[in-house]
């Protein structure tokens, strides 16, 4: 469809950038599921033996002296009442944790988003057509579809593992009523667990899906990205921070200018900055170079810090073109190098001899 309609280019960086402020993001719920049913499972077999001891306790305790038998009708609120409150007290780590795992899950896939723009009016929403797409659309049908198998396939092994479970089940009167409840947790954390890994399985193949659907939707059109561009470009802020991020990085090449050695220059469109110092380097070393406006900015520092410039036009070309700023020499250029030092120093040596 992206195809047909000319969109045939990846998403720009804004592109994903504003698709993700409306709330527009890949993510799978099945591995959000996925990891609900693990950290249950863990939570059920470590909390489980605890939680049904703590109720049978309770309704021990109920059952002794805990309401008016004779007076049952006028009992049955406070039963309820502390019924429900002690269940809320049991199930409190449960939905504590199931939470916390909700909202780790989603974190893990999205990262931490907040936006209101999925929930604002909207009269598109109100469109009859776009409803009616949504509802019987390509991408509702295999929603659907998924859904089905995927409920089809959990009951189907829930039932599986529930039938082969079942002689235990149907014998635990044999085994005494001590051993039903840890018969039972068992029983419970296999089945999260067993849920947990095909959940997982799937939740990975549908968000490598829904990645690719998320950045299929955004495709754009040629005319799109220039229109984007041209938009960026007449975006204040956006020259406001391109010129802030110029004047940094000028200001970094030109007060490197301090420390070189000698400035080589073409003499007008390039200015090379070395160093070589005697005690520390080893070979020469570029610091910064610039071309026409920089150049000229850096000729103007090397004058006002008495840093000597020397003209090489082939030299100036070559290092301006093969070697980045904090880079060595190449070997090439050590003998044509070598030459202009030799110049620097000797006129340093003239100079401290007069004085």
Do not use: C, W
Not at 29 to 36: E, G, N, V
Not at 108 to 132: E, H, R, W
Not at 250 to 259: A, E, R, T, Y
């Amino acid at each position: 469809m992206a195809e047909k309609d000319g969109k045939t280019e990846k998403p720009t960086p804004k592109k994903l950038r504003d698709a993700r402020k409306k709330g527009q993001v890949p993510k799978s719920q099945d591995l959000s599921s996925a990891l609900s049913f693990g950290i249950f499972a863990l939570a059920f077999t470590g909390l489980a033996t605890y939680v049904f001891q703590r109720a049978f306790v309770f309704l021990q305790n109920m059952l002794k002296n805990g309401f008016d038998v004779q007076n049952i009708h006028n009992e049955l609120g406070n039963i309820g009442s502390k019924a429900i409150l002690y269940f809320l007290i049991l199930s409190a780590p449960f939905l504590i944790i199931a939470f916390l795992t909700a909202v780790f899950g989603n974190l893990a896939q999205v990262g931490f988003m907040l936006t209101a723009d999925p929930i604002k009016p909207s009269l598109k929403k109100l469109n009859p057509i776009s409803g009616f797409k949504n509802i019987f659309g390509k991408k509702a049908a295999f929603g659907l579809f998924k859904n089905l198998a995927k409920l089809f396939i959990v009951v189907g092994f829930t039932l599986y593992t529930l039938y082969h479970s079942g002689l235990m089940i149907m014998n635990s009167g044999s085994i005494g009523s001590a051993n039903i409840f840890p018969l039972m947790i068992d029983l419970v954390s296999r089945l999260a667990f067993n849920l947990a890994i095909f959940l997982a399985v799937l939740g990975v193949a549908d968000f490598v899906f829904q990645r690719y659907s998320h950045n299929k939707e955004l495709m754009m059109s040629m005319q799109e990205i220039k229109d984007e561009y041209k938009e960026m470009e007449g975006d204040p802020q956006i020259k406001s921070q391109r010129k802030a991020r110029y004047r940094e990085l000028l200001s970094g090449k030109i007060s490197d200018v301090d420390d070189a050695t000698v400035l080589i220059t073409n003499p007008t469109h390039f200015a090379i900055a070395i160093r070589y110092d005697q005690k520390t380097d080893e070979v020469p070393i570029m610091l910064a170079k610039g071309q026409d406006l920089m150049a000229l900015r850096m000729k103007d520092r090397a004058a006002e810090k008495a840093v000597p410039m020397i003209e090489n036009r082939p030299l100036a070309r070559a290092l301006y073109k093969d070697v980045d700023p904090g880079d060595p020499v190449p070997i090439e250029l050590y003998q044509a190098i070598a030459e202009i030092l030799a110049l620097v120093f000797q006129a340093e040596k003239r100079k401290k001899t007069k004085i």
